[in-house]
């Protein structure tokens, strides 16, 4: 690899470390003393519960869970879900206006991400339900699930209608997010493998083609060849995609390059 290009990668690794770190502290300052403020609503009426469609079709998606004050504040938490792996990968919680909640969830539709009503039991069961599948694998919830949990107040998790199935085709399947870094994915991976062993799990880590040696060996696959033909390659000669049956008992990896 080119050492330009070495520098440049270098340099975007930077650029999100920096992002990530900046977002988390403005987190940290807008959810200072959330709990506690939760906690105070957790027995207000619930205003209303929501679940968006592509939690059921990609397994990744958002439940909230809303409350009304007397003053007519909604009290809202967020859960980003990711039902095939991680469990809960992000959370939020706000004091708004009824108009500001009304303005958020027309934000989601605007976006593509519109959301759909569930009864609360069924919003608490499925963020319930993949914290604790998640921490089967060894993976904890995002650092704010302790504050923004506290709105599920008194609402019975037993008493669900509908019941989110966990892990994909039966075991866990890990999908890299934008600003995880070759390093965090690499400790995912490793987990999963000690929890579930070889074959156990599939994962989709995004990452330049270049880099396919670390993660084939990282899998077990320590004998492979760069011409072998269960490997489909670009035009730069990048892996596109590893076929599992070129090594029985590996997970399927599928490498793609973030710059295309």
């Not at 519960?49 to 990609?58: K, N, R």
């Amino acid at each position: 690899m080119a050492s330009s290009e070495v520098r440049r990668r270098k340099q975007l690794e930077k650029k999100k470390k920096k992002r990530s770190e900046k977002l988390h502290q403005i987190r940290v300052r807008q959810n200072a003393g959330m709990g506690d403020r939760l906690l105070m609503r957790a027995r207000a009426p619930i205003h209303e519960c929501l679940v968006s469609a592509d939690i059921v079709g990609q397994g990744l998606g958002e439940v909230v869970i809303s409350r009304c004050s007397a003053s007519g504040e909604i009290a809202m938490s967020l859960f980003l879900i990711d039902r095939h792996c991680m469990g809960v990968k992000d959370c939020y919680s706000r004091i708004v206006t009824a108009a500001g909640f009304r303005d958020f969830v027309g934000h989601m539709r605007d976006n593509g991400r519109p959301m759909r009503v569930i009864d609360p039991p069924s919003a608490r069961r499925c963020v319930e339900d993949a914290v604790a599948y998640a921490d089967s694998l060894g993976l904890k919830p995002h650092p704010d699930y302790r504050a923004s949990k506290m709105i599920f107040g008194d609402i019975n998790p037993v008493e669900a209608s509908r019941i989110f199935e966990m892990g994909q085709n039966g075991k866990p399947f890990f999908v890299s997010g934008p600003f995880q870094s070759q390093e965090e994915c690499a400790g995912i991976v490793s987990k999963l493998t000690e929890r579930c062993g070889v074959g156990g799990f599939d994962y989709l880590i995004a990452a330049q083609p270049n880099d396919r040696i670390l993660r084939l060996h990282e899998c077990g696959n320590s004998d492979f060849d760069d011409d072998d033909e269960d490997f489909e390659t670009d035009d730069e000669g990048g892996v596109l995609e590893w076929s599992a049956e070129a090594v029985p008992g590996t997970p399927r990896v599928i490498v793609i390059d973030p710059a295309a």
